[in-house]
């Protein structure tokens, strides 16, 4: 909720009076989303967690491409009522944006065909957001835009602080691509290294432990109860399991060890983390025969529940997803290159996502292990990716077609300084909703949210710095060819 508010606030603060159509379209959009998912009975997971993320994400940036397509349309005098109607029209904002919603939509499309599981309740969360996001941001808002404006209202589409801010910017972004392709093939190379040496922190989903089902005499808060487990065995998962003082507690601790005694040992250890919840001068041994309906009513060993299955499913997903985007936008752009530059941006953002973790699970202060959840957070990195270099590209495109006598640099750079108010805004507002679940949302999730924040700040960055710079070098011939 609050960071719902937060994106609210900025949107207002930014826009002005269009933001607060915006935000009520936002609003709607949620509706729907929730509205839908209710309708076919969803289970709400941590993977569709990280779905409706990057859908509040894309609902908020189709509203902000056509707000600074509006804008350039006022800057350029042409009228209010006729920047409006550019501004959402197929020349206008209209293209970038069903553009970069297909990408997102085939992607989801080939992961519920081809993934089981998480990925299969992610690409569904997707796929529905994507279709309520469109209908909200291009109905809803041109509605509430178009009532306003038949009333004879003026409509600003800025603040006093925001007008004409990011308006005369021209950042030269190419001479800066071998800074960029070295920053990144650093963190690339460091990330490999440590995967193949240290791995990743497999959780429990990978690898399979011990399961152990546990009653109280009171209901149990699942996080508290967490806390204490994770002190003892240092990764453990507590979920309720029919009333709220049943919890099922799950660990991978010395999971390669079958004997009797570490079996002991491990049931020890749960009785030590748990005893400060168990009613006073309860023993072991009451604990462990669930002596007065209190203690462990069931124990077992968990197989690892998504381990090559659903890992092949995974990469194949990925990869069709991949090759469909790829032949998407060749399609959209008539040049390989461009479908290069996303597809090289996606494999950039996902290695240094990777790498990042493989890295820093050893000291961040927090659980990082590789589950659904994170198979999901990966998904949503993509997914974002695509979103934010198709923009890039489709300005890109339009500037190739006005600009005939430009040099191919030059439109390149002036296509990036253009869009870097949207690209900005866009990011900013991911990130606020993602810092503020991490700050203030529980333990649980804050592993899958810490793997969203670098895939949104790794994205937006290749977009500009990667995915770009490789299109125009496999493209740099271009100039010569026309002259």
Same mark, same amino acid.
């Not at 809803?140 to 004409?164: V, Y």
């Not at 990764?235 to 390669?256: H, M, P, R, W």
């Not at 009797?260 to 983390?273: C, G, I, N, P, T």
């Not at 240094?352 to 990082?368: A, D, H, K, Y």
């Given at each position: 909720?609050?960071?719902?508010?937060?994106?609210?606030?900025?949107?207002?603060?930014?826009?002005?009076?269009?933001?607060?159509?915006?935000?009520?379209?936002?609003?709607?959009?949620?509706?729907?989303?929730?509205?839908?998912?209710?309708?076919?009975?969803?289970?709400?997971?941590?993977?569709?967690?990280? @779905?409706?993320?990057?859908?509040?994400?894309?609902?908020?940036?189709?509203?902000?491409?056509?707000?600074?397509?509006?804008?350039?349309?006022?800057?350029?005098?042409?009228?209010?009522?006729?920047?409006?109607?550019?501004?959402?029209?197929?020349?206008?904002?209209?293209?970038?944006?069903?553009?970069?919603?297909?990408?997102?939509?085939?992607?989801?499309?080939?992961?519920?065909?081809?993934?089981?599981?998480?990925?299969?309740?992610?690409?569904?969360?997707?796929?529905?957001?994507?279709?309520?996001?469109?209908?909200?941001?291009?109905?809803?808002?041109?509605?509430?835009?178009?009532?306003?404006?038949?009333? @004879?209202?003026?409509?600003?589409?800025?603040?006093?602080?925001?007008?004409?801010?990011?308006?005369?910017?021209?950042?030269?972004?190419?001479?800066?691509?071998?800074?960029?392709?070295?920053?990144? /093939?650093?963190?690339?190379?460091?990330?490999?290294?440590?995967?193949?040496?240290?791995?990743?922190?497999?959780?429990?989903? $990978?690898?399979?432990?011990?399961?152990?089902?546990?009653?109280?005499?009171?209901?149990?808060?699942?996080?508290?109860?967490?806390?204490?487990?994770?002190?003892? $065995?240092?990764?453990?998962?507590?979920?309720?399991?029919?009333?709220?003082?049943?919890? +099922?507690?799950?660990?991978?601790? +010395?999971?390669?060890?079958?004997?009797?005694?570490?079996?002991?040992?491990?049931?020890?250890?749960?009785?030590?983390?748990?005893?400060?919840?168990?009613?006073?001068?309860?023993?072991?041994?009451?604990?462990?025969?669930?002596?007065?309906?209190?203690?462990?009513?069931?124990?077992?060993?968990?197989?690892?529940?998504?381990?090559?299955?659903?890992?092949? %499913?995974?990469?194949?997903?990925?990869?069709?997803?991949?090759?469909?985007?790829?032949?998407?936008?060749?399609?959209?752009?008539?040049?390989?290159?461009?479908?290069?530059?996303?597809?090289?941006?996606?494999?950039?953002?996902?290695?240094?996502?990777?790498?990042?973790?493989?890295?820093?699970?050893?000291?961040?202060?927090?659980?990082?292990?590789?589950?659904?959840? $994170?198979?999901?957070?990966?998904?949503?990195?993509?997914?974002?990716?695509?979103?934010?270099?198709?923009?890039?590209?489709?300005?890109?495109?339009?500037?190739?077609?006005?600009?005939?006598?430009?040099?191919?640099?030059?439109?390149?750079?002036?296509?990036? %300084?253009?869009?870097?108010?949207?690209?900005?805004?866009?990011?900013?507002?991911?990130?606020?909703?993602?810092?503020?679940? $991490?700050?203030?949302?529980?333990?649980?999730?804050? /592993?899958?949210?810490?793997?969203?924040?670098?895939?949104?700040?790794?994205?937006?960055?290749?977009?500009?710095?990667?995915?770009?710079?490789?299109?125009?070098?496999?493209?740099?011939?271009?100039?010569?060819?026309?002259?």
């Amino acid at each position: 909720m609050l960071a719902i508010l937060l994106v609210l606030v900025w949107m207002i603060v930014y826009y002005g009076r269009a933001g607060v159509y915006a935000n009520i379209a936002l609003l709607v959009n949620i509706l729907f989303l929730f509205g839908i998912l209710a309708s076919f009975n969803a289970v709400l997971t941590l993977p569709g967690i990280a @779905g409706i993320i990057l859908t509040i994400g894309m609902s908020v940036d189709a509203n902000v491409i056509i707000f600074e397509r509006i804008k350039e349309g006022i800057f350029k005098k042409k009228g209010l009522k006729q920047s409006v109607q550019e501004g959402f029209s197929i020349k206008g904002a209209l293209s970038a944006i069903i553009d970069a919603n297909i990408t997102s939509l085939l992607t989801g499309v080939i992961l519920y065909v081809f993934g089981t599981g998480p990925i299969k309740g992610f690409a569904l969360t997707l796929i529905i957001g994507i279709l309520t996001s469109l209908f909200t941001a291009i109905f809803i808002s041109r509605l509430l835009i178009d009532w306003h404006l038949s009333r @004879g209202g003026k409509l600003e589409f800025s603040t006093g602080m925001t007008k004409g801010l990011f308006r005369s910017i021209n950042i030269k972004f190419l001479k800066k691509r071998k800074i960029a392709y070295l920053i990144s /093939g650093t963190i690339i190379i460091a990330g490999l290294g440590s995967l193949f040496t240290t791995g990743l922190d497999q959780g429990i989903d $990978f690898v399979g432990g011990r399961t152990y089902t546990v009653r109280f005499a009171k209901d149990m808060n699942t996080e508290e109860v967490k806390t204490a487990l994770n002190d003892v $065995f240092n990764s453990a998962e507590v979920k309720t399991i029919g009333s709220a003082n049943q919890l +099922k507690i799950s660990t991978k601790y +010395k999971v390669d060890e079958n004997s009797a005694e570490v079996d002991q040992e491990v049931q020890q250890k749960l009785y030590e983390a748990l005893v400060p919840f168990l009613p006073e001068a309860t023993t072991y041994n009451q604990f462990i025969n669930a002596e007065n309906n209190v203690g462990k009513m069931y124990s077992g060993k968990v197989s690892p529940t998504i381990a090559d299955d659903i890992k092949k %499913s995974s990469v194949w997903a990925i990869l069709g997803s991949l090759i469909v985007v790829f032949l998407y936008i060749l399609l959209r752009f008539k040049k390989w290159q461009f479908s290069l530059g996303a597809v090289a941006a996606v494999f950039h953002d996902v290695l240094i996502v990777l790498g990042i973790f493989s890295i820093s699970w050893r000291f961040l202060p927090f659980s990082m292990e590789i589950d659904q959840a $994170f198979i999901a957070a990966i998904l949503t990195v993509i997914g974002y990716s695509l979103n934010d270099t198709v923009v890039v590209f489709d300005r890109i495109r339009e500037y190739l077609n006005e600009h005939t006598s430009w040099k191919f640099e030059k439109v390149v750079n002036s296509a990036l %300084s253009s869009t870097l108010s949207r690209t900005l805004n866009t990011s900013l507002t991911t990130l606020v909703v993602l810092l503020a679940m $991490f700050t203030f949302g529980a333990d649980s999730l804050r /592993g899958l949210l810490f793997a969203l924040i670098v895939g949104v700040l790794v994205g937006t960055y290749s977009s500009l710095f990667i995915a770009t710079p490789i299109m125009h070098d496999t493209l740099k011939r271009l100039d010569k060819k026309e002259k």
